[in-house]
């Protein structure tokens, strides 16, 4: 069955440095998104990639943060100087467009990044 | 915007029955879904409700009232590998799927 792959699985940073996670979407989705959960809490909305751009950002996704799809599978997100508030779990998720309404987005296992 | 509310926690017994609440608010709301995380892992979709009334789903329906903005996810013969954490989550047109802040479920025997 197709899955979305996300790496690192587990990434150890210090604070102010750069960090990208890398997804790799369902191949014939073509809704992107990065979510993020910081530990016992919600599931964060930050961004929503459609057509090579951003269709929609959240509070949380600042100019600290962009999304790049540099090839025609992977999805990254890169995180600038990164601050120990960026620590949590960054889900990445797609969805086939086909119909954008049912809710049913598709996710990965996670990326847990933590800042010291 | 919008904001989900939902039960923090939920205790029940196997083969129990359970349901698990959701209101929200929000405007121009069309549709909520459900989705399942076991230990922090990847959410799993569960179900979606477009319309009012029920949605059945093997062991697991849902619910959505829109004009009581409310909606439920009620699990039948609870089992022990149940136990996880539940999302009601919903969107306006246009706009990424927003989760509740989420129910841990937990079922013993």
């Known amino acids: 069955e197709p899955e979305v792959t996300q790496t690192p699985s587990h990434q150890v940073t210090q604070m102010g440095q750069e960090v990208i996670l890398r997804c790799v979407p369902i191949?014939?989705?073509?809704?992107f998104y990065w979510y993020r959960q910081i530990l016992g809490q919600k599931v964060e909305f930050l961004v929503s990639?459609?057509?090579?751009?951003?269709?929609?950002k959240s509070e949380i996704f600042d100019d600290q943060f962009s999304v790049e799809r540099p090839d025609g599978s992977n999805f990254t997100l890169k995180i600038r100087s990164t601050k120990l508030e960026d620590s949590a779990m960054y889900f990445c998720?797609?969805?086939?467009?086909?119909?954008?309404?049912?809710?049913?987005?598709?996710f990965g296992e996670g990326s847990r990044l933590t800042v010291l | 915007g919008q904001s989900l509310e939902q039960p923090s926690e939920v205790t029940a017994v196997e083969g129990a029955i359970v349901q698990i609440n959701c209101t929200y608010q929000?405007?121009?709301?069309?549709?909520l879904s459900w989705y399942q995380q076991h230990d922090g892992g990847a959410p799993t979709f569960l179900s979606y409700?477009?319309?009012?009334g029920l949605e059945e789903t093997g062991r697991f329906s849902s619910f959505l009232s829109r004009s009581d903005s409310y909606g439920y996810l009620l699990l039948q013969e609870l089992q022990m590998k149940d136990s996880a954490s539940y999302f009601c989550?919903?969107?306006?047109?246009?706009?990424?799927?927003?989760f509740g802040k989420g129910t841990t479920l937990s079922v013993s025997s």
């Open positions: 990639f459609y057509n090579n751009e951003i269709s929609e």
């Open positions: 989550a919903g969107h306006q047109a246009g706009t990424a799927l927003i």
């Open positions: 998720a797609s969805s086939d467009g086909r119909d954008t309404y049912t809710g049913e987005l598709f």
């Open positions: 929000t405007s121009g709301f069309y549709g």
């Open positions: 191949s014939n989705h073509l809704y």
């Open positions: 409700n477009g319309l009012d």
